[in-house]
């Protein structure tokens, strides 16, 4: 209950303190759609098909190695009918968070959009990379652990569009007294970019896992419901930091939570084997503009 309680107040805070962004019209219609037990794929790829940015993710991924298909799919209908509605919908919702968030591309003293993206797509590309090799995620599309990766930050998006100066203004003490964002947010807020995306979450419909990854990948160990999960996005937001691709510009990386390795199943020294292949997916990837 008390977790309950405490995620209610969260919840309120964050609803009291900034305006969330509605739901992208892409979403909206696919909610409804997805919603009538009637619904065919093909009346889900009407929806789809309208989003040019949707329909060419979805044939993309339906299309990768990992469904394996003997021949090629170009009609979107026979792509959903492959993927299934979940999954069409969480790759609609990755098209039109970059639509909606990806536009701004001027830097604002510690806040560079570009920057932010760039981490988003490593976290998102190294967590993919992880869950590969790690039986926690055997039975998990890898799609579902790169948008989670993707959308982890996703708050300090809303945050900077929502309410820049007092955001900017925390980034600037953050930096000036050399500690985790986090902790001076709490401070500043009263609450942090993680609660910020997860309340996001909430508000559009998302998958429950996805929200609570979101809320809790800097403190996965707090996480009472999908701890393999939180503590993939956290040890993969870790190496994006470390490897030279941070959220933001020069705040302090909070500390890493040793427990993740046994939550995922990957020991330190295999985690070090993969940051090659996670390096080389992550050059692969295109940004979203």
């Known amino acids: 209950m008390a977790q309950q309680g405490q995620s209610s107040n969260i919840l ?52 990768s190695a990992y469904y394996g298909l003997q021949v090629r799919v170009s009609s979107v209908s026979l792509a959903v009918s492959v993927m299934g ?6 790759v609609a919702l990755k098209a039109a968070v970059f639509s909606a968030f990806g536009k701004r591309r001027e830097k604002i003293q510690h806040f560079d959009p570009l920057a932010f993206w760039k981490h988003a797509i ?28 993707l959308l982890h930050d996703i708050g300090k998006i809303i945050l900077m569009e929502k ?15 050399k500690r985790p964002e986090t902790e001076i947010e709490v401070e500043d807020f009263g609450f942090t970019h993680a609660d910020v995306g997860s ?3 909430i508000k559009w419909s998302l998958p429950e896992d996805l929200a609570i990854a979101i809320r809790y990948h ?31 510009v020069g705040p302090s990386l909070a500390p890493l939570d040793h427990e993740v390795y046994g939550h995922i199943g990957l020991d330190p020294a295999r985690v070090e084997e993969l940051l090659p292949q996670i390096q080389e997916d992550f050059a692969a990837s295109e940004l979203p503009w």
Do not use: C
């Open 199 to 201: 309340v996001l979450a």
């Open 218 to 248: 800097h403190s996965p160990s707090r996480d009472p419901f999908h701890r393999s999960l939180s503590s993939l996005i956290h040890l993969a937001d870790q190496l994006a930091w470390r490897a030279g691709t941070p959220s933001t």
């Open 12 to 63: 309120g805070l964050v609803n009291n303190t900034i305006e969330l962004p509605t739901m992208p019209e892409v979403l909206l219609k696919l909610n409804e759609v997805i919603g009538n037990s009637d619904a065919s794929a093909a009346d889900v790829a009407k929806v789809v098909s309208k989003d040019p940015a949707v329909s060419t993710n979805i044939l993309r991924i339906v299309n």
């Open 122 to 149: 490593y976290t998102g590309t190294a967590a993919r990379t992880l869950a590969q090799s790690a039986p926690a995620f055997a039975d998990v599309h890898p799609e579902d652990i790169y948008i989670a990766g």
């Open 163 to 177: 309410a820049a100066p007092r955001y900017l203004a925390m980034l600037r003490r953050a930096v000036q007294e």
């Open 85 to 90: 509605f979940n999954m069409t919908k969480k």
